[in-house]
């Protein structure tokens, strides 16, 4: 069991809500409309790879970096904080590009 990527990811996290915090693009701004917005992103994806687990295309395999804890059957829990980073860096470069047009 090893927590590096999990702790990857959440360092990845906090240096993307420092981010959001200094230059005003997410959070900072609005922090319902960046949660919806997120929650909708991370829940779509999710909704993803459980179809994806489902029909065999996606699987966990045996890889040394992670946890070892699951969400679902196939669905490690570092998934869940990849989505995560994933919407919330999609977001705050939305933001930052819609900014910078302004």
């Given amino acids: 069991m090893s927590f590096v990527y999990l702790a990857a990811l959440l360092v990845s996290i906090a240096g993307l809500a420092t981010l959001d915090f200094r230059h005003k693009l997410g959070f900072a701004i609005n922090a319902w409309r960046a949660t919806i917005t997120l929650a909708i992103g991370v829940v779509f994806f999710l909704i993803w790879d459980i179809s994806g687990i489902a029909f065999g295309i996606f699987f966990r395999g045996h890889a040394k970096h992670l946890t ?26 939305f933001n930052a590009v819609r900014k910078k047009l302004k």
């Avoid at 070892?68 to 470069?93: M, R």
Wanted: one cysteine or more; hydrophobic letters at 60%.
């Fill in 68 to 93: 070892g804890w699951q969400l679902a059957p196939e669905l490690p829990i570092e998934e869940l904080f990849f989505l995560i980073v994933l919407c919330y860096t999609t977001l705050l470069i």
